[in-house]
């Protein structure tokens, strides 16, 4: 199986926040490897505009030195990274001023496609937008690419639209979220709608539960500060929770088309019930053998931010009701691991008779670590001495089903950013998806806070807070061992 690459055509990129932690980490060496897969055009023209008071050529090492640490020495190829080089521009900008746009301006070309990346905080949004127009620089063709957080609530998120609403059409906005740009995440939907065998399950008749866990291994670390104003339900539930949720729950779009597919996804976030105290467990994680306690890294002992959730909730509609979903994620957990799990029902009537410790049809699909599709159906256990089932799974991890064309297949950065080049945004937040997400969320947030609740200490290496475990016991379920 050999992945295509279909080239995208001649654009002038502009990278604001160029020398960020973001920049280095993912947008620059992606940008190299889509150029060395053949993606991009060697005319193409990505320009780096920040504060530091870099010319091109020291911009051009800094691009060279983040290709070094973050893309795999196999993919380092000294010819290539010269000529991508060629691409690369700098101009040192002031974000709230004057200076530097005029010679924005003029690195812009007629006729050729313009996306800018504004990798900054959201208070520079406005400010950048603003100006692209003021100079000239923006047209009514150009391609606006902004970062989460988008707002911290309703009302910040409808104060955030407005303002990009003031300066670009939302066909031209592009609000990303990585975790859509996975392989696995739109293999769901192929797996969903491409094919026969599942769609007919996929409802309150047939699975008994869903559950989507985001665990990670490491803690706020540096993040600190900004993590103590958010906690884990602002910085992962109400975003990339809510689009695995919406992309698992949502009904068939009539077509494969970004205004088709965001719209059902919204219908599903405006049928998510209010989720209740009880169906709702907060936690943070205490001092370890592998580093601080969360209240030590976010240098605040009396913190009631959450650094793991876990909650209940119902999709209040025929195809769902009645089915619970349950959502997990919390950082200094025992694994890093990013899933999707389809619980299904057992059958109605067992003919073999009581199989202890048996459970129904589970499909599992991992986002992280190793990217793939696991469905695990009973067979009997081999061997004689009569009819004992066992459990065992269909495996599809896309490095073994791919093999070395696993390596090719793009970073979810890569992808979007290509995405945003072809003005391709059906992976791609709309402003009212955005808004639904956080009138559902706020007042979840707000009735914890009302009540001054205290989240629940957890073990570092653990699964979380005990407390989560009963979250499902209560329900005569359990949650998936994370490993």
């Known amino acids: 199986m050999v992945s295509r690459v279909i080239p995208v055509d001649t654009f002038d990129l502009v990278i604001f926040g160029g020398t960020g932690d973001l920049a280095r980490r993912?947008?620059?060496?992606?940008?190299?490897?889509r150029f060395l897969a053949g993606q991009i055009p060697e005319d193409a023209r990505i320009v780096g505009a920040a504060r530091s008071e870099f010319d091109d050529d020291g911009y051009r090492s800094f691009v060279s030195e983040s290709i070094a640490e973050f893309v795999a020495k196999s993919k380092q190829d000294k010819?290539?990274?010269?000529?991508f080089l060629k691409c690369i521009h700098y101009v040192p900008i002031d974000a709230l001023g004057k200076g530097g746009w005029p010679d924005l301006a003029k690195l812009m070309r007629l006729d050729t496609i313009r996306a800018f990346y504004l990798s900054v905080g959201p208070r520079l949004f406005g400010p950048l937008a603003e100006r692209l127009h003021a100079h000239g620089i923006a047209n009514d063709k150009s391609r606006i690419v902004v970062e989460k957080p988008f707002g911290r609530d309703l009302k910040s998120a409808c104060a955030l639209n407005a303002v990009l609403a003031e300066s670009f059409e939302e066909h031209q906005i592009y609000r990303i979220d990585h975790y859509l740009g996975k392989e696995t995440v739109q293999n769901l939907m192929a797996v969903r709608f491409g094919n026969i065998l599942f769609e007919p399950l996929w409802n309150s008749q047939y699975v008994d539960h869903i559950q989507?866990?985001?665990?990670?291994?490491?803690?706020?670390?540096?993040?600190?500060?900004y993590y103590d104003k958010s906690g884990a339900m602002r910085d992962m539930v109400q975003n990339h929770m809510m689009q695995l949720l919406c992309l698992i729950a949502m009904e068939p779009p009539s077509t494969f088309e970004p205004d088709a597919v965001r719209d059902e996804k919204l219908k599903v976030i405006r049928a998510l019930d209010p989720v209740e105290s009880h169906e709702i467990v907060r936690g943070q994680y205490l001092e370890g053998e592998n580093g601080a306690s969360y209240q030590i890294e976010a240098e605040n002992p009396d913190s009631h931010a959450e650094s793991f959730i876990a909650l209940r909730t119902h999709i209040s509609n025929w195809r769902w009701n009645g089915t619970p979903i349950y959502l997990r994620t919390g950082k200094r957990l025992r694994a890093r691991v990013s899933e999707i799990a389809v619980v299904f029902k057992d059958p109605p009537h067992s003919i073999f008779g009581p199989q202890e410790g048996r459970r129904g049809n589970?499909?599992?699909?991992?986002?992280q670590p190793d990217e793939g599709m696991n469905l695990r159906v009973t067979i009997k256990e081999p061997g004689p001495g009569g009819m004992r089932l066992i459990e065992v799974p269909l495996d599809m991890s896309?490095?073994?089903?791919?093999?070395?064309?696993?390596d090719d297949i793009p970073d979810a950065y890569e992808r979007l950013i290509m995405d945003v080049i072809r003005g391709n945004q059906t992976l791609f937040m709309r402003g009212d998806e955005v808004e639904a997400a956080w009138a559902w969320t706020d007042p979840i947030i707000a009735a914890w806070e009302d009540r001054h609740d205290k989240p629940k200490p957890y073990d570092p290496g653990s699964s979380g807070p005990e407390d989560s475990l009963m979250l499902l016991h209560r329900d005569g379920r359990r949650w998936r061992e994370i490993r």
């Open 26 to 33: 993912k947008i620059l060496p992606g940008l190299y490897v």
């Open 398 to 406: 896309f490095a073994e089903a791919l093999g070395n064309d696993g």
């Open 79 to 83: 010819t290539a990274i010269s000529e």
């Open 212 to 225: 989507i866990t985001v665990a990670e291994t490491v803690g706020v670390g540096g993040r600190g500060g």
């Open 362 to 367: 589970v499909l599992v699909i991992r986002l």
